[in-house]
């Protein structure tokens, strides 16, 4: 579907149906095929992260948390595919962001697969996986965190569905879009270099803290 933006600030959508060929009927096909499975390679590898960086500076553990999954997660490439690349190995599956919260998910592993509303396959070994590794996170989750910060008053509302903060105090965000334009144009290695020379125009002398002004008028900058 296009879209124009009109004189009014309006926009005017076309709905003209885009001719497809063989190959993308048969990719649908594919990811429906079978029921979404939960996977556990992102839980496993986020954990021995930070296992492994235990008192540095968080900005760095999520750094190397975040390298260690992309150096060792699997790589697949489906049949049929021209843009590849998946952060799981069923077509339609999930992994789990235990550094959010887990608890709710291993009270769902009986039964998550039978549940009327968005069932998943876990398969047992999987089960086994993510307690080994969610047992890292008793006390160091994001939605404990924030439960900390939260009154009194502000859990009980919750606990009588009152409101509740979603998934974002669950899950890992999502809902995030590639510039999918700029990759197919430059490349990922386009975008590290234009990363790169952003990087090589900063000086780490040139202070933006600026004192109050001296005698003469002027002032001195840091």
Not at 32 to 38: G, L
Not at 42 to 49: G, P
Not at 71 to 99: M, W
Not at 133 to 139: R, T
Request: net charge negative; aromatic share 10%.
């Amino acid at each position: 579907m296009r879209k124009e933006q009109q004189a009014d600030g309006l926009y005017n959508y076309d709905s003209t149906e885009i001719p497809k060929s063989d190959r993308i009927p048969k990719l649908v096909e594919n990811l429906y095929a079978k029921m979404p499975e939960i996977e556990s390679a992102r839980a496993i590898l986020i954990t021995e992260s930070y296992r492994q960086t235990e008192n540095e500076p968080m900005v760095i553990r999520r750094a190397k948390a975040f390298a260690h999954i992309l150096e060792n997660i699997p790589i697949v490439i489906r049949d049929l595919e021209l843009i590849v690349g998946s952060t799981t190995i069923a077509p339609r599956g999930c992994q789990t962001y235990p550094e959010f919260s887990y608890e709710w998910l291993e009270a769902e592993f009986d039964t998550v697969e039978t549940r009327s509303a968005d069932p998943f396959y876990i398969s047992e070994k999987t089960k086994q996986e993510l307690k080994e590794a969610n047992a890292y996170w008793k006390g160091k989750t994001t939605s404990e965190l924030a439960t900390s910060y939260m009154e009194p008053e502000t859990l009980l509302a919750m606990e009588h569905n009152i409101f509740t903060p979603g998934n974002y105090f669950y899950n890992g965000v999502g809902h995030v879009t590639v510039k999918y334009g700029e990759v197919l144009a430059i490349g990922f290695s386009g975008i590290k270099a234009k990363a790169q020379a952003e990087l090589d125009k900063l000086c780490l002398a040139d202070g933006d803290i600026r004192r109050s002004p001296v005698s003469g008028g002027s002032d001195d900058q840091l």
